[in-house]
């Protein structure tokens, strides 16, 4: 009795905690329904805060966990591949012995001048990844099934290929034969709706006319960032990213500075405002320090940061340039999973121009001749970005 009971019974919030502690040990209960309370919730790929971000997930996403530790819940996307939450981001709906999935009503395409846009109709809010593969994007959304008769599908074009589903998910796949140039994914009232911005077209005198750069100069405010020799950071950024702005300017590219004036904004309405612009390269300016000065004489000078593979190919430019004018040591180009290296709706790179905690290269990024050296450097970086990644023979004004 206990046993139908709980299965079709949805437990209501304290009582289902209850019920998936005693998770593993009931065998009744197979999965505990969670449902996401904030945007932007990462799944790793291990239980702790350092593991690997698999994807990240809308307010009011649906999963399904079938384990927990201290602070995660194990969520099952599909069978053999498992993911993890933390607890605070999710609360538990209901324990349920099945999982359940739909089938996607209709994905629509509109092949649009600067992008595509895909439309996806579905009555579920399932977990998905959105990733890229070299220059192709793949999409998995979860506990989803496209079916080849209840499925509409509609002006699909070429380089896309929907994947027959096997298993309870659906695969979309876009092919593209150049570089990615920016892609996101936002939550609408009917499904998902993807973006993904076509290669842009290049002028091979003036690569960066019309591209759109947003400048982000690091901290502000009562974030200071680095401090030495009297000098402070936030200072340093917004002076670097102004000059940044005029050599941008006169190349022909439209930009604009989060930030004019010496003010603390928050990390995700930086984001939201390059989005906003329509940003074809976010770049976020900072200068160095280190956690321990014992390794002063180990890491110095300058470094270009990167999280999404689109984004590396102008981290590698920019550190190329920037090495040749400013004759800095070498602070190579890293992965690095940032707040302003992870959007991916635009290329996005994070420049360290120096370490600012030492001496000879403080005494540098204050002047105003090596800040323009810097400046010209990084839209040097951008340019031969965009000429080797998109000036092709058929791809030129
Ligand atoms: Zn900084």
Same mark, same amino acid.
């Given at each position: 009795m206990k046993r139908i009971i709980l299965s079709i019974i949805l437990i209501l919030s304290q009582s289902a905690i209850y019920a998936v502690e005693k998770l593993e040990n009931v065998g009744i209960a197979k999965y505990a329904v969670l449902e996401t309370i904030n945007d932007n919730v990462p799944l790793r790929?291990?239980?702790? !805060?350092?593991a690997k971000r698999i994807t990240h997930l809308f307010k009011d996403t649906v999963l399904f966990a079938d384990k927990q530790n201290k602070n995660y819940y194990r969520v099952e996307l599909k069978e053999n591949n498992y993911v993890w939450v933390n607890k605070k981001f999710v609360e538990v709906q209901a324990i349920i012995p099945e999982k359940r999935f739909d089938n996607i009503k209709k994905i629509e395409f509109k092949d649009k001048k600067k992008n595509y846009n895909i439309e996806i109709k579905t009555d579920s809010n399932s977990a998905f990844v959105l990733k890229e593969n070299g220059n192709n994007l793949d999409f998995t959304l979860f506990d989803n099934r496209y079916d080849p008769i209840e499925t509409k599908i509609l002006?699909?074009? !070429?380089?896309?290929i929907v994947k027959e589903t096997i298993e309870n998910e659906f695969d979309l796949k876009f092919l593209n034969n150049s570089p990615l140039f920016g892609y996101d994914i936002e939550k609408t009232k009917k499904g998902y709706l993807i973006n993904i911005k076509k290669a842009p077209k290049i002028n091979? $005198?003036?690569?960066? $006319?019309n591209i759109t750069i947003v400048i982000d100069p690091g901290h502000g405010g009562d974030e200071f960032g680095a401090r030495a020799f009297n000098l402070d950071e936030k200072t340093i950024n917004l002076q670097i990213s102004k000059r940044l702005k005029k050599e941008f300017k006169k190349r022909g590219a439209k930009t604009y500075l989060?930030? $004019? $004036?010496d003010k603390k904004i928050d990390l995700y309405k930086r984001i939201d405002f390059a989005k906003e612009k329509n940003a074809d390269i976010l770049l976020s300016i900072h200068q160095n320090s280190l956690a321990n000065p014992k390794d002063i004489d180990k890491k110095h000078g300058v470094g270009t940061y990167y999280y999404n593979n689109q984004s590396k190919f102008l981290a590698q430019k920019i550190q190329e340039n920037l090495l040749n004018q400013t004759k800095f040591k070498d602070d190579k180009v890293n992965y690095a999973s940032f707040a302003l290296t992870r959007p991916t709706n635009q290329i996005s790179v994070l420049i360290e121009c120096g370490y600012l905690i030492r001496k000879e290269e403080a005494d540098k990024l204050k002047d105003k001749k090596f800040q323009k050296i810097i400046s010209k450097a990084i839209t040097k970086g951008c340019e031969d970005y965009l000429k080797e990644s998109f000036l092709t023979k058929n791809n030129s004004l």
């Amino acid at each position: 009795m206990k046993r139908i009971i709980l299965s079709i019974i949805l437990i209501l919030s304290q009582s289902a905690i209850y019920a998936v502690e005693k998770l593993e040990n009931v065998g009744i209960a197979k999965y505990a329904v969670l449902e996401t309370i904030n945007d932007n919730v990462p799944l790793r790929q291990k239980d702790n !805060e350092n593991a690997k971000r698999i994807t990240h997930l809308f307010k009011d996403t649906v999963l399904f966990a079938d384990k927990q530790n201290k602070n995660y819940y194990r969520v099952e996307l599909k069978e053999n591949n498992y993911v993890w939450v933390n607890k605070k981001f999710v609360e538990v709906q209901a324990i349920i012995p099945e999982k359940r999935f739909d089938n996607i009503k209709k994905i629509e395409f509109k092949d649009k001048k600067k992008n595509y846009n895909i439309e996806i109709k579905t009555d579920s809010n399932s977990a998905f990844v959105l990733k890229e593969n070299g220059n192709n994007l793949d999409f998995t959304l979860f506990d989803n099934r496209y079916d080849p008769i209840e499925t509409k599908i509609l002006n699909k074009p !070429e380089n896309f290929i929907v994947k027959e589903t096997i298993e309870n998910e659906f695969d979309l796949k876009f092919l593209n034969n150049s570089p990615l140039f920016g892609y996101d994914i936002e939550k609408t009232k009917k499904g998902y709706l993807i973006n993904i911005k076509k290669a842009p077209k290049i002028n091979s $005198k003036k690569p960066l $006319k019309n591209i759109t750069i947003v400048i982000d100069p690091g901290h502000g405010g009562d974030e200071f960032g680095a401090r030495a020799f009297n000098l402070d950071e936030k200072t340093i950024n917004l002076q670097i990213s102004k000059r940044l702005k005029k050599e941008f300017k006169k190349r022909g590219a439209k930009t604009y500075l989060t930030r $004019k $004036k010496d003010k603390k904004i928050d990390l995700y309405k930086r984001i939201d405002f390059a989005k906003e612009k329509n940003a074809d390269i976010l770049l976020s300016i900072h200068q160095n320090s280190l956690a321990n000065p014992k390794d002063i004489d180990k890491k110095h000078g300058v470094g270009t940061y990167y999280y999404n593979n689109q984004s590396k190919f102008l981290a590698q430019k920019i550190q190329e340039n920037l090495l040749n004018q400013t004759k800095f040591k070498d602070d190579k180009v890293n992965y690095a999973s940032f707040a302003l290296t992870r959007p991916t709706n635009q290329i996005s790179v994070l420049i360290e121009c120096g370490y600012l905690i030492r001496k000879e290269e403080a005494d540098k990024l204050k002047d105003k001749k090596f800040q323009k050296i810097i400046s010209k450097a990084i839209t040097k970086g951008c340019e031969d970005y965009l000429k080797e990644s998109f000036l092709t023979k058929n791809n030129s004004l």
